[in-house]
């Protein structure tokens, strides 16, 4: 029973990162799903929010509306569309699951142990 988020890489200012949060061994459609971030020597970041059952969606201010998470339950997965990239959104991304987005939004360990992440490194 994990997450496992994927997609990461390195881009320049401007570029677009899709990333992926797959589970295995649990449906994720049941679950609410964020997304947060940490960068070296920060606090780890809340990012986005899709609950269970309504997909409703939420967002940190901070983004102004750069990053749009979706969730294709047939694939189990739930992304991360980030656009407009900048140097400043270079971190290690997280997913995390839950039974509501609250606690996610400010960037707590869900239901499962913090994976690995996925790095994102935006260069200038």
């Known amino acids: 029973v994990q997450l496992q988020a994927s997609g990461g890489g390195l881009v320049q200012t401007g570029e677009s990162l899709r990333l992926s949060c797959t589970a295995s061994?649990?449906?994720?459609?049941?679950?609410?799903v964020g997304w947060s971030r940490q960068a070296p020597g920060k606090e780890r970041e809340g990012l986005s929010c899709?609950?269970?059952?309504?997909?409703?969606?939420f967002y940190a201010e901070s983004l102004r509306g750069r990053f749009t998470i979706s969730r294709d339950s047939a694939a189990n997965t739930v992304y991360l569309q980030m656009n407009s990239l900048e140097p400043e959104d270079s971190a290690n991304y997280y997913c995390?699951?839950?039974?509501?987005?609250?606690?996610?939004?400010?960037?707590?360990?869900?239901?499962?142990?913090w994976g690995q992440g996925t790095q994102v490194t935006v260069s200038s």
């Open positions: 995390a699951s839950e039974s509501s987005c609250p606690s996610l939004l400010q960037g707590k360990r869900g239901l499962n142990p």
């Open positions: 061994g649990f449906d994720l459609a049941f679950y609410s």
């Open positions: 899709i609950s269970s059952v309504t997909d409703k969606t």
